[in-house]
């Protein structure tokens, strides 16, 4: 699971993405929320 920041760090630059998936706005708008940010990769990140 990643941080909130790191999150909105990895997925702010894709394509169609909304504002509703960003952590920092969805934290706020559903503060009793428990938000999990997942990325996933289908490609070698070295790791």
């Known amino acids: ?3 909130g ?3 909105d760090r ?3 630059g894709f394509d169609g ?3 509703e998936q960003l952590y920092a706005y969805a ?3 559903w503060p009793g929320v428990a ?3 997942v990325l996933f990769s289908d ?5």
């Open 5 to 7: 920041a790191v999150w």
């Open 10 to 12: 990895a997925v702010s």
């Open 27 to 29: 934290s706020l708008r």
């Open 17 to 19: 993405v909304c504002q």
């Open 1 to 3: 699971m990643l941080d």
């Open 43 to 47: 490609g070698d990140d070295g790791a």
């Open 35 to 37: 938000l999990e940010p």
